[in-house]
């Protein structure tokens, strides 16, 4: 498995986001400090979605799943 299909597995399996949500993040939607992902609408991609809030819980000891 190469390393985006990686991320982009474990995005989905971690945030339980659908696949227009995670086709529209942005690295603007990702706040590291406060563990924090936001589904924001992109008018320009014509993507509303609904307003989500996702908090993860990251720790540098994480283990791979």
């Not at 995670?22 to 992902?37: A, G, Q």
């Amino acid at each position: 498995m190469l390393a985006y299909e990686y991320a982009l597995f474990r995005t989905f399996l971690v945030t339980g986001f659908r696949e227009n949500e995670v086709r529209f993040l942005y690295w603007e939607d990702c706040d590291c400090k406060n563990s924090t992902i936001k589904v924001r609408p992109k008018p320009e991609y014509d993507f509303t979605g609904k307003p989500v809030l996702c908090h993860l819980l990251i720790s540098p000891s994480s283990q791979p799943i």
